[in-house]
């Protein structure tokens, strides 16, 4: 792993004397995400906690802020958000800072992820609930909108990922079961929203639209990351 200029000067800034520095540099090396060792993340408009409790903040998740705003083109409407696998909670936090007047609930089955959710929602009006998307707790009520960033890795293709996802990213927010469409199959059961939008992962499109389907959710519209990749599917009910 070698450390590119732009890097070396991020943990340079970071750091708070030499002995640090090297201590992120040796970290650096071994192929320790620079947000995992700095303890934040750009994402959107804002900056993040993160930790070895959160997934690290994507650029490519930035697609499903964006695939919202183009729905919902109106930002003062009084939207209620529901975020399932809200990890570092940068989807509702960022939407929230879209849309003024709206409120939510972030749900996550850690509860050290909550926590870094919690210290990033400062003041803004979300709900954190603790528990497993795929059992959710009774009287959410119902939401204008659902959105998802669910483990969508295939259980046999974790070992193949990068160390800086599979060594520091929590496999709870990866591993999605043999085919990686656990958490789909649980999202095509919810019946609190209209709206779903959800990340998905690279080639996934066409089984999870399947799996939405037979639940009778209707498939919308898609929207492709920066690497052209398909990345967010929009269904609703
Ligand atoms: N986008 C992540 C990756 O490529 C996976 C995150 C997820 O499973 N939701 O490693």
Redesign the pocket.
């Known amino acids: 792993m070698s450390l590119s200029r732009l890097e070396l000067d991020w943990l340079k800034q970071e750091a708070k004397d030499e002995t640090e520095l090297k201590n992120f540099i040796q970290r650096a090396n071994v192929g320790e995400p620079i947000a995992k060792i700095i303890g934040h993340k750009g994402f959107w408009k804002g900056d993040f906690i993160v930790s070895e409790d959160v ?1 690290d903040p ?1 650029p ?1 998740s930035e697609t499903l802020i964006e695939a919202v705003l183009a729905t919902f083109p109106n930002k003062n409407m009084p939207l209620r958000f529901l975020d399932l696998g809200t990890g570092s909670g940068c989807l509702i936090i960022s939407l929230l800072q879209e849309y003024p007047n709206a409120h939510g609930v972030a749900i996550d089955v850690s509860q050290k992820a909550l926590s870094i959710a919690r210290q990033n929602a400062q003041d803004l009006p979300i709900d954190f609930i603790q528990a497993d998307m795929r059992d959710l707790p009774k009287k959410l009520g119902k939401f204008d909108v659902v959105i998802s ?5 295939p259980h046999q293709d974790i070992e193949t ?1 990068d160390v800086a ?1 599979k060594n520091y ?1 929590p496999i709870l ?2 591993d ?1 079961g043999e085919d990686g469409l656990d958490f789909y199959r649980a999202l095509s059961q919810l019946t609190l929203t209209k709206n779903l939008f959800a ?1 998905i ?1 690279q080639g996934q499109e066409q089984s999870i639209i399947d799996i939405m389907q037979k639940q009778n959710w209707t498939y919308q519209k898609s929207w492709k990351d920066l690497g052209g990749i398909t990345r967010v599917l929009y269904f609703k009910n």
């Open positions: 997934l994507r490519d960033n669910p483990p969508y890795i990922l996802v990213d927010a990866l999605g990340e992962g």
